[in-house]
């Protein structure tokens, strides 16, 4: 048996990871909260609420018990909803030493504060040493890691022998892993894709075509770029699996929470009944409401972000939106093309 990894959180992407952990002949084990959930997965190899259908690994040790789980594990991966991050962060300091390398795979925005998800682990860990925190995001979908087909992500960290220890824990035939040293940007790019993906589904829901999503996406992938870049990021890392990469899958497939979510918006729903169908989180909904404020707090122009953020929380109607951001005053695009490459094409002779 391999390394010791402790999974917390085991809904549809931790119970994906921990499968293809399970698969590379890791010792797992996966943290829930539920004792009859851990008695499931234990008993039947499968996660009914959260990937229905999917037969699991029989390796994987699911406890309700958070000692049991992350007690003398080399490595700590966390996997749960953003708002849940600084309490589940807390609870595992006693379990955290100079030996642990963390790792989480959660993507999204602190509203208030504005933190990533690295941040808020470091400030809940103040005082404690550790070896590394290291970022895994990308474009995939937990259904189609379950089956095994081919997925990429990248693993990022600022120590970089820690994300190569977890590129080799994670890397088999179907379930490709990069590496990149840029934390800021693989974290701003896998939290902002899923804002986009909102008002990608909200404008399906609205009965437009290919045209608008073909526009929202691409303006979508400037914004995030503007801010990263504020934030510190190389902006190449937004063409890449982060970036590019992560935008696309959330955007054209209706395995996407965020993707439903707007749709669901579009088609008229309020915003309270959306979430209480949807029955999981939506991180895109809290990220809107994090990075609108970061923008004004930065001064970084992000008019896709405002708009989304007067329909989710202003009321605004979703047709009088979109309106509003095909009015806006004429701009030219050369500027955000050399934002994203890097290159200031007005001094090209």
Not at 142 to 162: F, K, N
Not at 268 to 281: F, H, I, P, R, S
Request: hydrophobic content about 40%; overall charge negative; charged content about 20%.
């Amino acid at each position: 048996m391999g390394e010791k990894i402790a999974v917390i959180g085991a809904g549809s992407w931790g119970t994906a990871l921990a499968a293809v952990l399970a698969d590379n002949n890791q010792n797992v084990r996966l943290w829930t909260r539920r004792e009859d959930q851990a008695a499931e997965i234990n008993q039947e190899s499968t996660n009914h609420k959260y990937l229905p259908g999917f037969n699991l690994p029989s390796a994987i040790h699911a406890s309700a018990d958070l000692k049991r789980c992350a007690a003398d594990a080399d490595y700590i991966l966390l996997v749960v909803p953003t708002k849940a991050v600084r309490e589940i962060t807390y609870q595992i300091r006693p379990f955290v030493d100079e030996h642990t390398v963390l790792i989480h795979a959660s993507k999204g925005i602190e509203p208030g504060t504005s933190k990533r998800i690295s941040e808020m682990m470091e400030e809940e860990l103040e005082g404690i040493h550790y070896k590394a925190t290291v970022v895994l995001s990308g474009p995939s979908h937990a259904e189609e890691v379950c089956e095994r087909q081919p997925t990429t992500v990248t693993v990022s960290s600022h120590v970089m022998e820690a994300a190569e220890n977890v590129q080799e824990l994670f890397m088999n035939n179907h379930f490709r892993v990069y590496t990149n040293q840029d934390l800021i940007g693989v974290e701003i790019g896998g939290a902002l894709k899923n804002i986009i993906a909102l008002g990608i589904g909200m404008t399906d829901g609205l009965g437009y075509g290919d045209n608008a999503k073909a526009a929202l996406m691409t303006r979508g992938l400037a914004e995030i770029a503007r801010l990263g870049v504020k934030l510190g990021a190389n902006p190449l890392t937004f063409t890449g699996l982060s970036g590019l990469g992560d935008l696309i899958v959330t955007c054209f497939s209706q395995h996407s929470r965020n993707w439903r979510a707007g749709y669901k918006l579009g088609s008229g729903n309020d915003l309270d009944t959306v979430l209480e169908e949807m029955g999981m989180v939506v991180e895109g909904v809290r990220t809107t409401k994090a990075v609108h404020g970061l923008a004004a707090d930065l001064e970084v122009e992000m008019p896709i972000t405002a708009a989304l953020y007067n329909v989710l929380f202003e009321k605004k109607q979703p047709e009088e939106a979109v309106q509003e951001l095909m009015g806006r005053v004429k701009k030219h695009e050369v500027e955000n093309m050399s934002l994203l490459l890097g290159t200031d094409f007005n001094n090209i002779k």
